[in-house]
């Protein structure tokens, strides 16, 4: 069964700084992987997506993620944390085991950044 | 285009009530879905339809009903509220399965007391 886990429930970072928030995944077979974002009151949004191209994803608000299938790892980054980028974050892996497309939520990682 | 729109934002209910969280999508797609988020847990899938007139079961699906009647409509509902379904419920929907991005409402807190 696919899994993830989030090793970080809460990242404290100041502006301007690097973001890292990790994310180990278990999976049968090559996975797809995604990073949502979900800020205060609001809905999930979609930041990048692995689907077996190349193995570091570029999203969107200048994140990406590194697909390392030795580590089974698929860890967020950004250079320089922006005030906005406070927000819980998510891992997700597509389970497509039951012929349609389950999504698989690690626990989420709240991102405080400071001034 | 609304995208994924979730009608109420709120509610409260009482014990042994029951309500139904309406959710609508304007992008045609096949796939929706309703899922509850809890504190420290992620989001969880309760049941999902993969057409107009299909539903089946998710993760979590016991105490709650669904209906697909309309492409474009999914309805999730409560017929006897239960302290335990106190969360804030999304509807997502995509175009196909696979690796197709999953497009999320706004969310409904619901409280049960």
């Known amino acids: 069964a696919q899994s993830v886990t989030q090793l970080d429930s809460h990242v404290s970072v100041s502006e301007g700084t690097p973001v890292l928030l990790r994310c180990n995944y278990s999976s049968s077979y090559s996975p797809s992987l995604f990073w949502y974002v979900q800020h205060p009151n609001k809905g999930l949004q979609l930041l990048l997506k692995?689907?077996?191209?190349?193995?570091l994803v570029k999203g969107i608000n200048g994140f990406e993620a590194e697909f390392k299938k030795s580590e089974t790892s698929f860890h967020l980054t950004k250079p320089s944390a922006h005030m906005s980028d406070a927000a819980e974050y998510f891992c997700?892996?597509?389970?497509?085991?039951?012929?349609?497309?389950?999504?698989?939520f690690g626990a989420g990682t709240r991102l405080a950044v400071h001034p | 285009n609304a995208g994924v729109t979730q009608t109420p934002k709120f509610r409260v209910l009482k014990t042994g009530q029951s309500m139904t969280l309406l959710c609508a999508q304007d992008m045609n797609h096949e796939y929706m879905y309703w899922y509850r988020q809890d504190p420290g847990m992620g989001l969880r899938l309760i049941h999902y339809?993969?057409?107009?007139?299909?539903?089946a079961k998710g993760e979590v699906p016991d105490g709650y009903n669904v209906s697909r009647l309309k492409k474009q409509n999914f309805l999730l509902g409560l017929e006897s509220a239960a302290p335990s379904q106190t969360s804030v419920y999304f509807c997502?929907?995509?175009?196909?399965?696979?690796?197709?991005?999953?497009?999320f409402g706004p969310g409904t807190r619901l409280t049960v007391t």
């Open positions: 997700v892996v597509s389970d497509q085991s039951g012929g349609y497309n389950k999504l698989i």
């Open positions: 997502a929907s995509s175009y196909w399965g696979g690796t197709y991005e999953q497009y």
């Open positions: 692995y689907t077996s191209a190349a193995t």
């Open positions: 339809s993969v057409g107009e007139g299909t539903t």
